[in-house]
Each structure stands twice: as structure tokens, then as C-alpha cells.
């Protein structure tokens, strides 16, 4: 790790979580120099949802190369971006019946949720944007503008504005509405709340804890936007591309948002793509206002295309929703089997974790995990859930020998005083 500590910024933050030097990846593993194997539970932070070098995207990434198809093309035309615009409407949006234009505002979840902010003040001509408690939207000014994290926003280095910041849902307790809370702010003249352009939000909070938004408090949301004319941004980056079980997180409550934003998996490759969905009628950009050098990643408009292509059989969908539910059993249990976690499980499909109320025993556990060989990252503001990322297409098998670490890392720490 010489080099790394000698000449790479002290930014760096997943290789002080998991240190060692990687080398090699395929599937759902990983290994390093010394030739150690990996399980992976953490898939690239979400942008890598079909797991490492996919076989059938990797050979049509090698056929395109090979047959100097276009690399860079700005917002150009090209072979690679029709096809995938055409998957893209085929495969998913005309099966869920919606209809959205496809807007390509560079390569990474924060410039799809700029472009985002951004269309929905030009749109309203109204400034704020009101976002909720552990949010976590990107770490440009505006991105940062409605995240939550105290520590993120503070790097930011000025004062964020045009952004008011509302209790999710569960934020306070069970017995507390955060949606009556809103709407007070919203009705009260008095309230210092102005209409805002938009409210954006993620149906799973991953940074922010793993919180999981219930579908009725969505359908809520979706309500008062409609009610008060405000546009709904759903940030779909690491939600959605099936992570929660379904290709969009908010497809099981049934709302339908003015805006979505996607990046992460969507490439499926692990190469930087991003794209902003808009409801058509609020398409008013002029050409070239919202623009960005690399938007047209032809690879990853190539291993996209393939990707897609898994989700027009049935069975994918049905696989997720199979082995969301053996993650599920399996952290039940260890919150039963193990009380001194004082642990309880949060989130939905495979992104889902246990939230631990002892202080650093979740940071405890995905280290021990890590040196056992299963790489787990841990969320929240204090770092209190250690959280489960496996690919959506991962083996049972290696799913279950997953499991088998987590428990050894659970009994390992649990036997241990947490001071050690």
C-alpha cells in the first residue's frame, strides 16, 4: 500500500475500510495480490449490480473495441446510443407503462441529480427544493445542497442554500406523521416555507442507514406534490437497477415521479453512466443548456444495451425476489440468535443490513468480515448499520457462504468486550 500513502490525496476513503491492493474480480468475488478470494457483499457501492466482468457484457464491450466502434461522441448521434435508448424503452419502460424522456447529463449519479434540480427551477420557476433527514444525493454544491450528512455538507466549504430539509418517514418514531409536519409547512403563512420547486427523495435511504420509505408514505408524498403543484425528483441511483427487487424502488408503491434520476448499475459494467427520466411536458431544456463532455459513453451504452437484456426474461425479477428473502431470513436470525447486537434489520430487497444500537460494533463486525474474506461497508451517520450488497444475480451458494462469515464476524465481536 506504499504508493497509495506516498502520492494518492488523504480523500481516499474504501481502501482505509479494506486494506489491501486488488487485483482481480469476476462475479461475485474479488482477490488481491497475496492471491486472497473475496466474497463481495459490497458491489461497488451499488454500481455493480449483475456483480464483476459480466461474461455477455464483457463480450460485446471486446466486440465493439475491436471494431473501433465510436468511444467519445458528447450528445452526437451513434449506433451504440440508439440501441441502447431502444432496450432502454423495450425492456423497461413500455412493459411499466411509462413514458419519459431520456436525458443524458453526464456520467455520475450527482450530474443527474444537478440536471434534475436544476430542469425542475427552470420548469416552476420556484427556487427551493425540500429533501429529507439522512439523505444522501451526490457531492456537488447542488447535490450536496439537499444531503443531510452534517460531514459531507460541511466539505462543501460555503454556505447551502435553496434547500429545506424535512423529516423521512420514521425519522421521529412510529407515532409521529412527518408528512402532517410538511404539510403544516406548506399550508402555514407563517411557516417561512416557500412552495418549493421540487421535493426529492430516495425510497431507500443507503448512506443515510438503509432507511426504507413505506409505500404508503410515498403515495402520501406523491399526493401533496400533486396537490400543491410541486415536482417529485425520485434519486433512483443506488435504489434502483433492482437492488431493491425491482428494476425502479418505487415501482411496489406505485407512484409515478415527474423526475427520476439513475447512474450507478445502469452501465451494468461498472463504467459511468447516468441519465435523467422527465416527464415530457416538462422537457423544456434548449439545446445545449444543461451539456457535459463525457454524457456519451459509448462502452457503457454497449454493456448497458446487454444488461437490459436480462430483464425481459420473468424469471430475473423473480430471482431477486428470491434471494432478497434468504438475506432477509438470515439477518432476522442473527438479530434473534445474537441479542447483544441490540440489532434490528432495515431496508428492502438486497439492500439491507442490521442497525446496531452499540457504538462501533457494526464498524467491528464488516472489519472482522473483511479479514475472514467478505467485503460489507457500513451506513448511517454513525456508521451503525453494516449493510448487505450482494449482486442481484449472485449464486445461492456463495450467498450462503456470505452468510457463514457475517455469523463468525457476529460471534467473534459479540464474545469480545467492543473496547478491544
Not at 506504499?2 to 462475479?27: A, H, I, Q
Amino acid at each position: 500500500m506504499e504508493v497509495f500513502d506516498k502520492l494518492e490525496s488523504e480523500v481516499r476513503s474504501y481502501c482505509r475500510n479494506f486494506p489491501t491492493v486488488f487485483t482481480k474480480s469476476k462475479g461475485s468475488k474479488m482477490w488481491d495480490e497475496s492471491g486472497k478470494e473475496y466474497i463481495d457483499f459490497f458491489s461497488g457501492a451499488g454500481a455493480l449490480n449483475y456483480g464483476h466482468n459480466d461474461p455477455k457484457m464483457k463480450q460485446k464491450l471486446i466486440e465493439y473495441i475491436t471494431d473501433d466502434g465510436i468511444t467519445h461522441s458528447l450528445d452526437m448521434a451513434s449506433t451504440a446510443k440508439g440501441q441502447f435508448l431502444t432496450k432502454f424503452y423495450e425492456a423497461i419502460l413500455n412493459p411499466r407503462n411509462m413514458d419519459y424522456k431520456v436525458m443524458f447529463p453526464g456520467p455520475t449519479g450527482t450530474n443527474t441529480v444537478e440536471s434534475a434540480l436544476k430542469l425542475a427551477r427552470k420548469v416552476t420557476g420556484r427556487t427551493d427544493v425540500i429533501s429529507f433527514t439522512n439523505g444522501f444525493h451526490g457531492m456537488t454544491i447542488g447535490s450536496l445542497s439537499v444531503t443531510g450528512n452534517s460531514f459531507k455538507r460541511k466539505g462543501a466549504g460555503i454556505p447551502l442554500h435553496n434547500s429545506v430539509t424535512m423529516p423521512y418517514d420514521n425519522f421521529m418514531d412510529d407515532n409521529y406523521d412527518s408528512l402532517d409536519y410538511l404539510e403544516h409547512f406548506l399550508e402555514g403563512s407563517g411557516s417561512g416555507v416557500a412552495i418549493p420547486a421540487a421535493v426529492i427523495l430516495e425510497t431507500v435511504q443507503g448512506e443515510g442507514g438503509i432507511n426504507a420509505a413505506s409505500s404508503e408514505w410515498l403515495q402520501r408524498v406523491e399526493k401533496i406534490c400533486k396537490q400543491w403543484d410541486i415536482l417529485l425528483i425520485v434519486d433512483d441511483v443506488q435504489a434502483g437497477i433492482g437492488r431493491t427487487g425491482t428494476f425502479f424502488s418505487f415501482e411496489p408503491a406505485g407512484i409515478n415521479p415527474d423526475i427520476v434520476c439513475l447512474s450507478k448499475s445502469l452501465s451494468g459494467y461498472g463504467l459511468p453512466l447516468a441519465v435523467t427520466l422527465i416527464r415530457p411536458d416538462l422537457d423544456i431544456w434548449e439545446p445545449g443548456e444543461h451539456n457535459g463532455t463525457f454524457r456519451g459513453n459509448n462502452h457503457a451504452f454497449v454493456t448497458a444495451t446487454a444488461a437490459l437484456e436480462y430483464w425481459e426474461d420473468a424469471n430475473f425479477e423473480a430471482g431477486i425476489k428470491k434471494k432478497s428473502k434468504m438475506v432477509a431470513d438470515f439477518l432476522e436470525s442473527m438479530v434473534e440468535n445474537y441479542p447483544e447486537l441490540e440489532g434490528h434489520v432495515k431496508g428492502r430487497g438486497l439492500m439491507i443490513g442490521i442497525s446496531s444500537s452499540v457504538e462501533g460494533l457494526a464498524e467491528k463486525v464488516a472489519a472482522e468480515a473483511f479479514s475472514r474474506g467478505l467485503i460489507m461497508e457500513t451506513a448511517g451517520p454513525d456508521d451503525e448499520v453494516f449493510k448487505l450488497f450482494p449482486a442481484i444475480n449472485i449464486d445461492e451458494d456463495e450467498l450462503k457462504a456470505g452468510f457463514e462469515i457475517i455469523e463468525e464476524s457476529i460471534k467473534s465481536m459479540v464474545k469480545e468486550p467492543i473496547s478491544n
